[in-house]
């Protein structure tokens, strides 16, 4: 059966946060959804996927399909990827599948799993809601890839990704899971330096690093590129009392995040301007108090595309930031988002709103390495890797191998604890167990092994 497959092979969603894709397919939908709108600037992953593994695709589309019993079945990517468009209908006839194929329109955030429900189907998933609300499962390209190697027995233990950004020639890696980013960094010719900002993910909305904090990154089963960023201090996030200071002093209330919002567009009940006004009385820090607040709980419903943030706010604040920061607090603090399940619809004026991808890309200051287009993959191979133990939404997995094991590429070493939400993992090169603790195992490889 497909999910134990899948369970058994370890798949996540490659694309977020990780959610198991065994309890994702878990259900009836009408839509399956094959998310190939990469709409994240100078990403380049999921399109040489679909390049290159377009037949994968498509038969792992099929297999999800059958599985949540979804009468259409649909791979959505952007209008103008027509080589991606080219090589997944080349498959699709070969097959003589029924997979479908959706343009999407060039605009940001695309891809947003909301988004991309309301463009194919035309509904929208309700304030707080998943897309299963209005009938839709949502899954990645590279996931597909992972869900057609689990079918055929195979575990996910290596990742596709870009690596880009400020470096001499972008590229594209295949390396196995645990291998240093540092590494893959060296592999596309740039040394990684303290004072650089990197960012794993595309840069709306992917995770900032330093370049000393770099030095314990590792690439997961969730990494889908590594970005060099120039040298601009914009790239640097200040501390959340510093956000909350700005936003106090330099505030003026135009609006203008809130206008932009992708899912106030939607119809969401969500103004950014609203909670960056209730920082001013924030004072020292947003209490408990705050928490309790309506248009503070609806920070709970922001996705994080950073459209308020790097494209929206004419006064350089962190709408986003502090959007993310109150989340982490409301779930702390144990206050889920009061959904009432009813969907709302979208703005009148939506469509003059969205955002043309190449407008974001130049106003974000990454305009100049949009031409890099590449194509080939190299193969990248460890001789050590750090294999976290929780790649996943859910419990962390639980070490099942001890310092001094010896592994092969592919054997299990981790399990979520009983009942828990979860994903296995597993060895991604063989050698030696090195080191294991609550968070990760370290494995070497031995002279000799491949
Ligand atoms: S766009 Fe910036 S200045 Fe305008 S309301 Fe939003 S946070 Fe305030
Ligand atoms: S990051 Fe900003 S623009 Fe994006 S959903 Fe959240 S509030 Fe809206």
């Keep these: 059966m ?3 497959d899948i369970f058994r092979a370890g798949v996540v969603g490659c694309g977020g946060a990780g959610f198991p894709t065994h309890v994702k397919l878990d259900c009836h939908a009408e839509y399956m959804i094959i998310n190939g709108a990469e709409c994240e600037p100078l990403l380049h992953t999921d399109k040489y ?6 037949g994968e695709i498509v038969s792992a589309a099929e297999l999800c399909g059958q599985q949540t019993g ?3 079945v649909i791979i959505a990517l952007k209008d103008y990827y027509h080589a991606e468009k080219e090589a997944l209908q080349a498959a699709i006839a070969e097959r003589g599948s029924h997979v479908e194929i959706f343009s999407l329109k060039n605009y940001y955030p695309a891809g947003d ?3 991309i429900v309301y463009e194919v189907t035309g509904r929208v998933v309700p304030p707080g809601g998943i897309p299963i609300d209005v009938g839709a499962v949502v899954s990645n390209i590279a996931t597909m890839l992972a869900v057609r190697d689990a079918a055929d027995g195979h575990p996910l233990t290596h990742k596709y990704l870009t690596v880009g950004g400020d470096i001499p020639q972008p590229m594209l890696l295949r390396v196995p899971a645990g291998i240093s980013l540092t590494e893959c960094l060296r592999a596309a010719g740039h040394e990684p330096a303290a004072g650089r900002q990197y960012v794993l993910g595309g840069p709306m909305m992917g995770r900032y690093v330093s370049g000393e904090q770099l030095e314990r990154e590792v690439v997961t089963k969730t990494t889908s590129g590594i970005l060099v960023m120039p040298e601009r201090a914009e790239y640097t996030m200040p501390e959340l009392q510093q956000m ?7 505030c003026i209330q135009c609006h203008y995040c809130t206008d932009l919002c992708p899912r106030h567009l939607l119809g969401h009940p969500l103004e950014p301007h609203r909670i960056m006004r209730k920082m001013a009385v924030a004072g020292t820090g947003i209490d408990d108090e705050m928490l309790q607040d309506p248009d503070i709980q609806n920070a709970a419903i922001c996705c994080e595309c950073g459209v ?16 993310a920061a109150i989340r982490r607090m409301l779930g702390a603090a144990g206050i889920r988002y009061r959904k ?10 939506r469509e003059h709103r969205i955002i043309p991808a190449p407008s974001l890309t130049a106003r974000i200051g990454l305009a100049d390495y949009l031409s890099a287009h590449p194509d080939d993959c190299t193969e990248l191979t460890a001789e050590q890797v750090r294999i976290p133990l929780k790649q996943h939404a859910g419990a962390p997995a639980q070490a099942l191998v001890t310092e001094g094991s010896r592994v092969t590429e592919g054997q299990l070493i981790g399990r979520p604890p009983e009942g828990a939400l979860g994903a296995l993992i597993h060895s991604s090169i063989s050698g030696v167990v090195t080191q294991v603790t609550a968070d990760s195992v370290v494995i070497e490889r031995e002279v000799g092994s491949v």
């Design 308 to 323: 308020c943030e790097r494209y929206a706010c004419p006064m350089g604040l962190a709408p986003r930031s502090i959007n």
């Design 244 to 250: 909350i200071n700005r936003a106090r002093s330099a």
């Design 70 to 72: 979804a009468g259409r």
């Design 2 to 4: 497909l999910l134990d």
């Design 49 to 54: 996927l679909m390049r290159h593994f377009a």
């Design 340 to 349: 009432d399940g009813i969907s709302t619809e979208p703005l009148p004026f």
């Design 113 to 115: 799993e909301q988004m």
